[in-house]
């Protein structure tokens, strides 16, 4: 009886994962075959012409690195800093479970919430205006409940007699949070940092109300300026171009910009993974 409900089990994950998987292949593999014709060096490159229905999307591509590379400025030592002090200062108290079941809420909130709230903070209330920079703030606060969550289970998952050998030789608890403690997590914190990060740089919503354009003839991306990022440059070539039927290969390709955009950085996190394992192996 064990050995036929184990099977049901293992049956059914492999149902469930392989219908993801398919739907998955099918999706990837028709962005690509539509994408790919129009994925040319001149497309990555040079600048949208002729009322977006020629060209390439360079500005897009600047601005989407720009708001994520700010993003992480933003993010990463604010979250990462909250976490090291909810795991190794705070006490465990009702307020410190309040603050880390808070936490976690906000990682569900819809993104247009975070997009609200910085239209409202940093484009009114702090007079910074639809910009770059008012957007990579939005995202960051976005970020980080992921980064803050991830950080102090990788934190979690450092014994307790790595902290206890670093105070039996004398160091203090900061010395031994920063030179035995941070180095053995480092790879699930920039683990879930990159995670976090890539889910931020495919987000529309937040940067819609905070400073995204449709078309900005100047591919640098000021910090006090609107900006082109990736995500809204395809919702706006696929739902509301006067074209669309025109502008369809372009919208595609920049889809599957987007998602090797994605990818490369979820590979990266994958491999400091990967590497972290083998030096320990």
Not at 71 to 76: F, L, Q
Not at 84 to 103: G, K, V
Not at 115 to 138: D, K, P, R, Y
């Amino acid at each position: 009886m064990n050995r036929l409900t184990s099977i049901i089990e293992w049956g059914t994950l492999l149902l469930c994962t392989g219908l993801v998987c398919i739907f998955l292949l099918i999706i990837i593999g028709d962005i690509i075959g539509k994408g790919a014709p129009v994925l040319t060096w001149d497309f990555v490159s040079t600048l949208p012409t002729d009322g977006m229905t020629n060209g390439g999307i360079l500005p897009a591509i600047i601005g989407t690195v720009m708001l994520t590379l700010i993003t992480a400025v933003v993010a990463a030592p604010f979250g990462i800093g909250c976490a090291i002090y909810l795991n190794e200062y705070a006490p465990n108290t009702w307020f410190t479970r309040l603050i880390r079941a808070s936490i976690r809420n906000l990682a569900g909130v819809p993104s247009i919430i975070y997009g609200l709230f910085g239209l409202a903070l940093f484009v009114q209330g702090l007079n910074m205006g639809t910009s770059l920079l008012s957007a990579g703030f939005t995202l960051g606060l976005l970020s980080l409940p992921y980064i803050i969550t991830t950080t102090e289970e990788a934190l979690r998952r450092i014994p307790a007699s790595t902290r206890e050998g670093a105070l039996g030789v004398g160091a203090t608890q900061f010395e031994s949070i920063r030179d035995m403690v941070l180095p053995s997590a480092l790879p699930g914190i920039l683990t879930g940092m990159v995670l976090a990060l890539s889910r931020a740089a495919g987000e529309t919503a937040p940067i819609l109300f905070t400073g995204v354009a449709f078309y900005i003839n100047n591919p640098t991306g000021y910090l006090n300026q609107e900006f082109m990022a990736l995500p809204y440059h395809l919702y706006m070539l696929s739902t509301q171009h006067q074209a669309i039927e025109e502008v369809r290969p372009l919208a595609y390709g920049t889809a599957l910009i987007l998602i090797m955009v994605v990818f490369i950085l979820n590979s990266i996190a994958f491999y400091i993974r990967y590497k972290h394992s083998k030096n320990e192996g």
